[in-house]
């Protein structure tokens, strides 16, 4: 007697007309990033023998599939087509894929147990390494949550996750998660919080951004399994424990927002002494701190301006009597002022030197230098600090400054890329609810 449904295994692009018994273990929508529109809802399905593969449902096919289809659920397909799978993206390490068509039966059965819940392809951070800027796969990893970052926000207005997994080679890797993947993984860490936090994470690109170290990046069919009953996480867990002579229950919980974001490379809520104390790796050619401190003094003796270029930022050049302008590398005639100020700040740890150039000074002074310019005479501007640029003294900031090869002979002065003022306002009780759960001391967040 034929058996009655075929094995994933066994299907080629010749078989016709059978029948399948799979778990649906994952579904996801595919976007198109340039404009966010659907291109198609896939599903990864596994059977029995714990093969898995996937189908592409087209939008046009989708309300015949969906919300029938669930996560979970197990259901006997029938008449499908066999087709190559997508050259790039492929969330099933497989050269074939399902595709349904108008004959194509999908009908809910009976969970009978036999089907695994899930089936990951799983990539070591080594192998994952090797696979930057690969996209024929998407990556699957797990490993122990040793280190979340904050939420961030970045230059583009995406929301960012960093978290540092660690394997039981006590290996690390960064998976930085988008939107709401980034979310998710928040909501679903909180109630895990006082114990080690084991996860599997699909559906990741290896990327690595100006020369930074390689992370894995999330993408649409990435999802997050926590503590899973799952054979290879759970042998994870017991080799970890082996290495650290922990038993599961006493596991350090992940810490969080003291984490290293390699992806932008900003080190968040750093110290005057971790910057102090940084060395640039051989690899990088700046590094950047989030930290927060108060302005102290300005610099007496670095002035507070410079004459710069008309048309970029570069200092001008006197040459025999001329201008001449080395970053647009031609003459130009005449040349603005632009601020350049020298702060001292400090905090618990430290002190140090600061450099504000002319759209940070701004935003901290509160007026532009030609408000300043225009009110001492453009004949009588000194580099004696005006009472204006005085007046940042004792604000209280949150910066982002870059060390660079030019900090490292100890001038310190380092630049500061963003900064946002921290306001020290007590609770108002005229203002509405949210405000009063607040922390009363609000840090800002960098613009
Ligand atoms: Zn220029």
């Known amino acids: ?12 692009p010749h078989s016709a007309r059978v029948s399948i018994l799979v778990r649906a273990t994952r579904i996801w ?30 939008n046009n096919q989708k309300q015949d599939y969906f919300p029938r289809i669930k996560e979970g659920d197990v259901y006997k397909i029938t008449d499908f087509k066999i087709m190559p799978a997508q050259k790039k993206f492929r969330p099933v390490k497989k050269d074939i894929s399902l595709s349904f068509y108008h004959k194509t039966k999908v009908e809910p059965m009976e969970d009978n147990g036999l089907i695994p819940k899930y089936k990951f392809d799983l990539t070591s951070f080594e192998v994952a390494r090797t696979l930057l800027w690969d996209t024929t796969n998407f990556i699957d990893i ?48 909180a109630p895990l ?29 990435t999802k997050c399994y926590f503590n899973l009953d799952y054979d290879p996480l759970k042998e994870l867990m017991g080799n970890i424990q082996a290495i650290t ?28 002494q971790t910057i102090l104390d940084a060395q640039l790796p051989d690899d990088k050619k700046v590094m950047r ?21 008309p048309t970029c930022p570069r200092k001008i050049r006197f040459e025999h009597g001329n201008l001449y302008c080395d970053g647009c590398t031609k003459e130009t005639g005449d040349y603005v002022q632009r601020y350049k100020i020298t702060i001292h700040v400090k905090d618990d740890t430290a002190k140090t030197t600061f450099t504000l150039f002319n759209k940070e000074a701004q935003r901290l002074i509160g007026a532009p230098i030609q408000t300043i310019i225009a009110e001492i005479g453009q004949d009588k501007i ?20 870059k060390v660079t090869i030019f900090n490292l002979d100890g001038r310190e002065g380092y630049t500061v890329a963003r900064l946002s003022e921290v306001t020290d306002q007590p609770p108002s009780t ?18």
């Open 382 to 401: 000194t580099s004696d600090i005006p009472v204006l640029v005085k007046n940042v003294k004792g604000k209280k900031c949150v910066f982002e400054v």
């Open 193 to 221: 919080q006082d114990a080690a936090v084991f996860v599997i994470i699909t559906g990741l690109l290896a990327k690595q951004y100006s020369g930074n170290s390689i992370i894995l990046s999330s993408g649409d069919p």
């Open 29 to 58: 929508e595919a976007t198109n990033k340039e404009n966010g529109s659907l291109l198609h809802t896939d599903v990864v399905f596994i059977d029995e023998e714990a093969s898995s593969i996937m189908v592409a449902i087209w």
């Open 142 to 189: 797990m490993g122990m949550v040793k280190d979340v970052s904050s939420l961030e926000t970045t230059s583009k207005g995406s929301k960012k996750l960093d978290v540092l997994l660690v394997d039981d080679r006590n290996h690390d890797m960064v998976i930085s998660l988008w939107e709401e993947k980034a979310t998710h993984f928040m909501e679903s860490m």
């Open 1 to 12: 007697m034929a058996p009655a449904y075929t094995m994933i295994s066994a299907l080629n």
């Open 289 to 309: 701190f989030v930290c927060e401190a108060t302005i102290v003094d300005i610099s007496k003796y670095d002035g507070w301006y410079y004459n710069s270029c």
């Open 245 to 272: 002579g922990h038993s599961s229950t006493s596991l350090p919980p992940p810490t969080k927002k003291r984490f290293v974001s390699t992806e932008d490379n900003i080190i968040a809520d750093a110290t005057i």
């Open 430 to 447: 005229s203002n509405p609810p949210e405000t009063l759960m607040d922390s009363p001391r609000k840090k800002k967040k960098l613009a």
